[in-house]
């Protein structure tokens, strides 16, 4: 079903990791407020809502936090955990809690009070960060082998809230796009479909509920690095949506061994 490491050989040709010293780590909260405060919000935050709560800017990030993101996405290639679902998804995902310790930058940029501020704005509504158990709170997600994708699908909330999720384009040396439709869960609207290839730097924001979309097969020698991050409204889960959610995220996404090697430990602390 998975394996647990990235091959060293993507689509036939060597992976070239990159050598070089990181890049210093730049102030999440200043970074971010040095892009949004230029932005025209009022505008935006008309179209997050005239969009069904869906957002797409093509160039939001600055320039050494995209620098910051690309070094750490290959940087954990190792770490990829690979996933294969008959019909609807192929590809590689690394959870919050390997990049908690292998790339806490992440972790401060979804953290980050500018950050959640501005969506606020945009969604109008009062934003958490996801439970620290939570192995999808930030994810990065690989596609570097020919036929990497996932198909048609919500970002289905288990929380007793809402639940946004934030797209950030990190790597894209592939022809993949997200494909999406606008509107599907309003029936006074009209479908609205639509597709963008979102490049480094690059923010889709939706609510995962309302928001059908698809990323499209990689190619040969193409790779694609996309990261997530997810907001939450309610921070609660029922038990029984909690073994939905991890048994999807171990099959699916993270493995047996990253997502319940996480609740043995908690399941530790507490004792």
């Known amino acids: 079903m998975s394996t647990h490491a990235e ?19 730049p102030n999440a909260d200043h970074a971010v407020a ?10 935006l935050r008309k179209d997050f809502a005239a969009q069904g709560a869906f957002l797409y ?3 939001f990030l600055a320039p050494e936090v995209t620098a910051q993101l690309v070094h750490s996405a290959r940087a954990l ?3 990829v955990n690979r996933n294969y679902l008959p019909g609807h998804k192929q590809g590689g995902s690394v959870s919050r809690h390997t990049i908690d310790r292998l790339a806490p930058f992440i972790a401060e940029l979804y953290s980050s009070k500018e950050l959640i501020g501005w969506l606020e704005q945009l969604s109008g509504d009062k934003l958490q960060v996801s439970p620290a158990d939570d192995p999808h709170a930030y994810a990065l997600y690989y596609y570097t082998r ?26 894209d040396e592939s022809s993949c796009r997200l494909d999406y439709e606008l509107h599907t869960r309003n029936p006074d609207v009209p479908d609205q479909p639509g597709s963008v290839q979102i ?13 059908r979309h698809r990323i499209t097969p990689a190619g040969p020698n193409e790779m ?38 996480q609740m043995a430990s908690r399941g530790k602390d507490r004792a």
Do not use: C
Not at 242 to 248: P, Q, V
Not at 250 to 258: K, L, T
């Open 7 to 25: 091959d060293d050989v993507i689509a036939g040709a060597p992976v070239e990791r990159s050598r070089a010293s990181a890049p210093v780590a």
């Open 34 to 43: 040095s892009r949004t405060l230029t932005f025209d919000n009022p505008r």
């Open 57 to 59: 800017l093509e160039d």
């Open 77 to 79: 290639l190792d770490e």
């Open 146 to 171: 020919p036929g990497d994708h996932i198909g048609w699908h919500y970002d289905t909330s288990y929380y007793d809230g809402r639940r946004y999720t934030l797209l950030l384009g990190v790597i």
């Open 199 to 211: 490049p480094p730097g690059g923010l889709v924001f939706f609510d995962g509920d309302k928001l």
């Open 224 to 261: 694609r690095v996309s990261l997530t991050f997810e907001y939450v409204t309610d921070p609660n889960m029922r038990p029984w949506r909690r073994f939905i959610s991890n048994m999807k995220d171990a099959i699916a996404y993270f493995g047996f061994r990253q997502v319940f090697r």
